[in-house]
């Protein structure tokens, strides 16, 4: 244990290092729309660029990618600390460009006005050379407004090729936040791109732990003609396979704790390993994942999706009738889809609330308007007829004695007036009046899409679970939906599936005829 789990496995390097390093570096879907985006963002001269995203999503992996695909016409300077002043900010960026050195910037005393001389001459040489310089800067999050107010006043160093220096802002989601402050509109007007770094999916989760793994086991290699043949035939000609897997439970779990993001995942998978190593298998199954959880104070992340099913769940049987009114809004399309009917359904559950309350004090007062008339109407030989106005304020007495006025108007009465018993005898009307409108099939509502192959993608990842899918448009919306199922209890194992799967938010409807 003490020399690592590294050499017991059969790997050149730690397969789950929290390093950004490029060669480790997994295309996930967004990843892969992030680099193009912003690849394609620098070879426009674009002015400024925003990556923003969840801590430990992979953008200072993503930066390095960027500058490893930079051509030799591009200088590059990258800021790591984002505290630095409008000063400071400056010289770093004339040391990384070779202007000036560090020495001469401690010993000489340069005026602001002598930096961005410095600078734009520096730019302006660069269009000479059909070259341009971009600045890089991390965790811009905590940028200063006064040193964004700088960068904006960089960006606008122009020839007539376009920009010179290009500048990429990443940081965190709240940056965007940032951005939005009144007295940062200038700045924003000259953003030409927001790029965002999503979670993996749970499938891409499991390939991203075996690219890892196969990244770790090949190593940098040697530098000779044949050096990896030979070690791999070493490790045959010891009688060791040297490798490990993680069996399909274990990467499901570490989807399901991690959520898709990748530091999160390393740790665990790292974490999991010195366990399997200390254990001296070459298996990682879901008990180990679950240690691994439970050493990092990670147990927490998997209850996460049960706050959602208590949000949609049926209110009271008097809200059957306000499924109708409901089937509209969950078609109403949107990009995300999924975020907006939680929402949705939070408010269902409060309205439903709401309405059921309103039938069964509607249904009282009506009923209860009815038992007094029928006992200021009764005929003047029925002697109980002058005490009939006492049943509302003694609900037992009037449930327990038979009225003597017409059939019709006593049945309603006893069964209505007592506050008490309102849920059983609210029911009958209301089972009646809803029952033609209560469904016996239903759907479950996935998500909405602007565009035909992002419904169509979303749709082979529902088919691929087992679940009948299908699709269709909304005002102008694709939208996917699972189903139809025969019963509710059938949509409620469906739509629990669907959310193990990474699909959550989704909403049970009843299914269109």
Request: glycine residues 6%; contains cysteine; neutral net charge.
């Amino acid at each position: 244990m003490a020399d690592g789990y590294e050499s017991f496995f059969g790997f050149r390097e730690a397969p789950f290092s929290l390093a950004p390093n490029t060669r480790f570096r997994f295309d996930s879907a967004s990843h892969h729309a992030a680099l193009e985006q912003i690849t394609y963002a620098l070879q426009r001269r674009e002015p400024v660029a925003v990556v923003t995203g969840e801590i430990g999503t992979g953008k200072t992996l993503l930066c390095r990618t960027v500058v490893e695909r930079l051509d030799r016409k591009t200088f590059l300077s990258i800021i790591n600390d984002p505290r630095l002043g409008r000063d400071d900010l400056l010289k770093q960026m004339l040391q990384d460009f070779g202007i000036i050195s560090a020495d001469r910037t401690k010993v000489v005393a340069t005026s602001r006005a002598d930096l961005i001389h410095a600078l734009n001459e520096f730019l302006l040489s660069l269009a000479r050379l059909d070259a341009h310089a971009i600045v890089i800067i991390d965790e811009a999050q905590h940028l200063d407004a006064d040193v964004l107010e700088e960068i904006r006043l960089l960006s606008n160093i122009q020839t007539d090729r376009g920009t010179m220096l290009q500048i990429v802002l990443v940081g965190q989601t709240n940056l965007d936040a940032l951005l939005a402050k009144p007295e940062l509109q200038q700045l924003k007007q000259r953003i030409t791109r927001y790029i965002r770094l999503d979670s993996m999916r749970p499938d891409e989760v499991a390939q991203y732990i075996g690219h890892r793994l196969r990244v770790a086991r090949e190593g940098t290699g040697g530098s000779s003609p044949g050096a990896r043949e030979l070690e791999r035939a070493l490790a045959e000609w010891q009688g060791s396979t040297l490798n490990v897997s993680f069996t399909q439970g274990a990467m499901a779990r570490v989807a399901q704790i991690s959520r898709g993001v990748p530091r999160v995942v390393n740790l665990l998978c790292d974490r999991a390993l010195e366990a399997a190593h200390a254990a001296e298998s070459y298996s990682v199954d879901e008990r180990l994942i679950d240690d691994a959880a439970n050493a990092l104070n990670l147990r927490e992340a998997p209850a996460a999706p049960t706050l959602h099913p208590p949000a949609v769940a049926p209110a009271p049987t008097e809200a059957a009738a306000v499924d109708s009114f409901w089937a509209a809004p969950a078609d109403v399309p949107t990009e995300i889809g999924i975020d907006a009917r939680a929402a949705a359904g939070a408010a269902k559950g409060r309205i439903a609330g709401i309405a059921a309350a309103i039938v069964i004090i509607a249904v009282a007062a009506w009923f209860g308007a009815r038992s007094f008339m029928a006992g200021s109407s009764a005929p003047p030989t029925a002697t109980p007829a002058p005490t009939k106005p006492a049943p509302p304020a003694s609900p037992p007495t009037a449930a327990r004695t038979p009225p003597p006025a017409p059939t019709p108007a006593a049945t309603p009465a006893a069964a209505g007036s007592p506050p008490a018993q309102t849920p059983p005898a609210a029911a009958p009307p209301a089972t009646a009046q809803a029952a033609p409108a209560t469904p016996d099939v239903f759907e479950i509502v996935i998500a909405s899409f602007k565009t035909e192959a992002r419904a169509n993608a979303v749709a082979a990842d529902v088919s691929a679970l087992g679940q009948p899918v299908r699709q269709r448009v909304a005002n102008g919306w694709q939208q996917v939906l699972a189903g139809p199922f025969r019963s509710r209890a059938q949509a409620d194992d469906a739509k629990q599936q669907l959310e193990r799967a990474g699909f959550t938010n989704t909403q049970i409807v009843p299914a269109s005829r």
